[in-house]
């Protein structure tokens, strides 16, 4: 028995994801060399580091929103998930 | 939109649903307000791929089961003052009216700076087990497990259980004071157990004790990570370094509301009285924000605070023995999981300490106090609004005013940092929409928000 998923876009890559598993998880899965989550200030990579919505270093665009953490949300079906704003 | 209620609970970690459940068994119409999208904080944080503890979901299971319960989870505290809670919930602003406040917000990692601190695949300890509990992908994957306390264990047994490698588990205390902390243990018999339980199921990883990062290293990602120790410096390869020291209180929330804080050298909790009950009439708190004391602590709390929120003051004495009992385990941490000199010292002046506003340590050296700071540098003006760094300067004792603080005692000391002041608790809670904050609280509602803090 498979589980269920769901299928979401990174950066226009489409990503499966187990169902519940949350946006920074599906941005983790859909490259797993460097995940890419948004450029600090001074350009340099940044990805999540509280797990918890505190640090907002995994803030990306999903569905036009812009500053979402993508830790505290759940990923859908159909989601449009931009990182590097 | 306006929603009145007895008993508003904010947090749906052990405490808050231990709170609600209390407060709702006693008559209490009440409202629980959750960051997370699912109920049960840090500790008991949902596994996709895993059944909850059996404490965990009975937990779940009453909150779920009583209607006069309603749960509102993703909902984010924008703005508060005594009697009213401003919330964005469902893409909408939301004011709650109560009669009585549980504040059950929890506690966060104390993260701290070092070389490489902020590559990706740098994280929390408890971090990098949340994110996987949701799904990030560790299989296969190696990782250095450091930093202090016993969340280590707990986040290591995790990331092994979803198919890590765990390198190592380094603990930067002395063996000694380990082991001082392991023979007090007997008094907390569910403690035993858990971390006996612990260690048996990482029999086959290291657990070094007197070891802590130095720095990490890689280009777009963490590839090395240094690690120190009596043996001398060691630098390992792995894919993700997972490093945290112990906790730190939530109390943003407490502060907006104006509720005195107490600090313990150097970060604050809410200071609350034998009724559980802050320094602002009907508001409690309960759990991690009152002072880290563990899951246990947390419940027994929460119960009694949402009894005593449900004016079932009786009920609430009947579990006092039992949380003095818990509340002692929380003197062992400090005492045991001190944080040796040299963790202080790994950021170096390069190394950036406000990740939001990309400001290093060299660039508030010679800054009298976190006001000053922030005004030359920005720093803890970005998004996570100080919680990271806050933590981290008042850990280091970077600011002079930081030592005066905790040495001396100063009726009017200098704030240290944010997270201390409660002159700098302003709104936004959280960063928000500005739609979320257009017309809510009425401007009549702030100007008189606004005096009460001017008097204070």
């Known amino acids: 028995m498979s589980e269920p998923s769901v299928h979401l876009h990174i ?72 990182c590097d704003d | 939109m306006t929603e009145h209620c007895d008993v508003l609970v904010i947090g749906a970690g052990p405490a808050g649903l231990a709170a609600a459940c209390a407060a709702a068994s006693h008559g209490a119409k009440v409202v629980l307000v959750d960051m997370q999208p699912r109920a049960g904080g840090q500790v008991w944080r949902q596994d996709l791929r895993k059944p909850a503890v059996a404490t965990a979901r009975a937990a779940f299971a009453e909150v779920s089961a009583r209607p006069d319960i309603r749960c509102l989870q993703q909902a984010q505290v924008v703005a508060a003052r005594p009697g009213h809670v401003l919330i964005e919930h469902a893409g909408t602003a939301m004011e709650l009216r109560y009669r009585a406040l549980v504040l059950a917000t929890g506690a966060r990692e104390l993260l701290l700076p070092f070389p490489g601190w902020t590559l990706p695949g740098v994280t929390g300890a408890g971090a990098l087990q949340a994110l996987v509990k949701q799904g990030w992908p560790i299989a296969g994957k190696r990782v250095l497990v450091a930093g202090s306390g016993p969340l280590l264990l707990a986040a290591a047994a995790t990331l092994q259980a979803h198919g890590a490698q765990v390198l190592a588990i380094c603990e930067q205390a002395p063996a000694a004071q380990l082991r001082g902390f392991a023979m007090q243990l007997w008094r907390w018999p569910s403690k035993l157990i858990q971390a006996a339980g612990l260690r048996t199921r990482l029999a086959g990883v290291p657990y070094r004790s007197g070891t802590w990062v130095r720095a990490a290293s890689g280009d777009e990602r963490v590839t090395e990570v240094e690690i120190e120790s009596a043996r001398g410096v060691e630098r390992i390869a792995c894919d993700h370094v997972a490093v945290g020291y112990g906790l730190v209180a939530n109390t943003e929330l407490a502060q907006k509301l104006g509720c005195e804080l ?95 506003e990309d400001v ?89 928000e606004n005096q009460s803090i001017a008097q204070k």
């Open chain 2, 360 to 448: 290093s340590l060299s660039q508030l050296q010679g800054q009298a106090d976190w006001r000053a700071a922030k005004l030359a540098t920005r720093c803890g003006m970005g998004s996570c609004q100080g919680r990271i760094c806050g933590a981290a300067l008042a850990e280091l004792r970077v600011f002079d005013s930081t030592l005066a603080v905790s040495n001396a005692p100063n009726p009017n000391p200098v704030p240290p940092t944010p997270a201390a002041s409660a002159q700098g608790a302003r709104p936004p809670v959280f960063p928000t929409r500005l739609a979320s904050l257009a017309g809510t609280f009425s401007s009549e509602r702030e100007s008189s």
């Open chain 1, 11 to 82: 950066d226009g890559v489409a990503v499966e994801v187990p169902a519940g598993a949350s946006v920074a998880a599906a941005i983790a899965t859909s490259s797993e060399v460097a995940p890419r989550f948004r450029r600090s200030r001074s350009g340099q990579p940044r990805a999540p580091l509280c797990g918890m919505g505190v640090c907002f270093e995994c803030r990306v665009t999903i569905d036009g929103a812009a500053h979402q953490r993508a830790c505290l949300t759940v990923a859908r079906e159909g989601m449009q998930v931009r």
């Open chain 2, 262 to 356: 107490t600090m313990q050298d150097p970060h604050p909790h809410v200071r609350v009285d034998t009724r559980l009950m802050t320094s602002v009439a009907d508001v409690y708190a309960a759990g991690e924000a009152c002072g880290i004391g563990g899951v246990d602590t947390a419940r027994i709390e929460g119960a009694m605070a949402g009894c005593f929120a449900a004016g079932a003051d009786k009920e609430a004495e009947a579990l006092r023995a039992r949380r003095d009992h818990a509340r002692a385990f929380a003197e062992l941490l400090p005492r045991h999981f001190a944080l040796r000199k040299q963790v202080h010292l790994a950021a170096t002046p390069q190394t950036v300490v406000c990740r939001c």
